[in-house]
């Protein structure tokens, strides 16, 4: 059974940091694209970066350069290294690996407050 849990999250100020970490269980971590998405509260759930197989990362506009992608496959593990945190980062983080039918975990809020 595929499996993604999230953890990490919480609250901070504006400017602060978080980092956010993902298990993956029931797939084979190591050939698998993995992705952070967010859901801010009354919006669609967003890709905000992606890890490949061979450690290529890409992220959307509103947060390069203030968040990292990085993954370890001994652990079967995704993170997400979120800095300069901003009010408009406040979501529902979820993990997942890049197949046509995504596993959804429950994952972890991130409130970051101004």
């Known amino acids: 059974q595929v499996q993604f849990v999230e953890s990490g999250g919480g609250l901070v100020q504006s400017g602060g940091s978080l980092k956010l970490s993902c298990v993956a269980s029931?797939?084979?971590?190591?050939?698998?694209?993995m992705e952070w998405y967010r859901q801010a509260p009354g919006k669609s759930r967003e890709l905000v970066a992606r890890?490949?197989?061979?450690?290529?990362?890409d992220y959307i506009d509103s947060v390069k350069g203030r968040f990292t992608i990085s993954r370890d496959n001994a652990k079967s593990t995704v993170y997400l290294q979120m800095n300069k945190l901003k009010p408009e980062d406040t979501a529902v983080y979820y993990c997942?690996?890049?197949?046509?039918?995504?596993?959804w975990g429950q994952g972890t809020q991130v409130t970051v407050s101004s």
């Open positions: 890890i490949t197989t061979g450690f290529n990362t």
């Open positions: 029931g797939i084979i971590f190591y050939i698998s694209d």
């Open positions: 997942t690996y890049r197949e046509p039918q995504r596993v």
